[in-house]
């Protein structure tokens, strides 16, 4: 997190996991140089090499949007990362404030007693959360952090099917999460903490993978309830900066119902 070229450092994580057999360079010989060459890049993306020189090193902060599509797909980003790229490149500042939990969120994460459900803060704090919530993953009880549990709290990590899937949106979440602020010192402590804590964290944060917390669905592996998978769906709470409703749902008469039903 240390420096203020967050753009420069996005292009260089980028560029070194691009294959030149995924973007069509011919090669010969052995390559000393992991992913694309900043020339390669430069021929694809249709700019000189000087000037993804300066991109780089943080000298010129003024791509065109042109430029910015043409780095985007050069470097084969998604929707969310060329998002990302284009916020890189025009920050804008984002007020920091005391997280508050609205009025009466508590009252009706309990009143959704059959639906493992919590309240998640822009630094990934549980906020609140039903019992429910809290029977499925420790990580879920108020006061916990996530990201920090499911990569150093054991008992979370188990509660996971597919760890290694989860570690990856974790972190891909986290980076969407911090965006351009640089103003809320929380998350890059955060970062800074796992990183000296995680090689696992340390290699993931290091690709630059840009994904928001969105809808999918997540395998758990419960001691008591058994293995199954729930869909989560993610309401975002109006009024706040970066809080959300993370709710769990599974399918009508499915295993995973059954499965939640002992849970609870």
């Known amino acids: 997190m240390a420096g203020d070229n967050r753009f420069g450092e996005f292009l260089k994580a980028r560029r070194s996991l691009v294959t030149p057999e995924e973007a069509g360079v011919r090669t010969n010989g052995r390559r000393r140089v992991a992913g694309l060459r900043r020339a390669e890049l430069a021929a694809l993306a249709g700019v000189s090499e000087p000037y993804l020189v300066r991109l780089e090193q943080g000298r010129d902060r003024n791509p065109s949007p042109q430029v910015l599509a043409a780095l985007g797909r050069a470097l084969r980003l998604d929707e969310d990362g060329v998002a990302h790229l284009r916020r ?90 911090i965006g351009t602020d640089s103003d809320d010192p929380v998350l890059p402590a955060l970062v800074e903490e796992l990183c000296a804590a995680s090689a696992a964290f ?41 809080q959300v409703v993370i709710a769990y749902r599974p399918e009508p008469d499915s295993p995973a119902a059954a499965a939640l039903a002992r849970l609870a």
């Open 88 to 177: 890189l490149a025009a920050p804008e500042p984002v007020p920091v404030a005391p997280e508050r939990l609205a009025d009466g969120m508590q009252e009706l994460l309990d009143a959704w007693s059959g639906v493992p459900a919590y309240v998640r803060g822009r630094h990934f704090d549980v906020l609140a959360s039903n019992a429910l919530a809290q029977a499925l993953v420790p990580a879920h009880r108020p006061g916990r952090n996530l990201i920090r549990d499911v990569f150093l709290d054991p008992d979370t990590r188990d509660r996971y099917a597919d760890w290694p899937a989860v570690a990856r949106s974790s972190v891909a979440a986290l980076r969407a999460a």
């Open 202 to 242: 340390r290699d993931l944060w290091a690709r630059h993978d840009v994904h928001p917390t969105r809808d999918e669905t997540k395998a758990f592996a419960h001691p008591v309830a058994g293995r199954f998978a729930l869909r989560r769906h993610v309401l975002h709470v109006d009024g706040s900066h970066g």
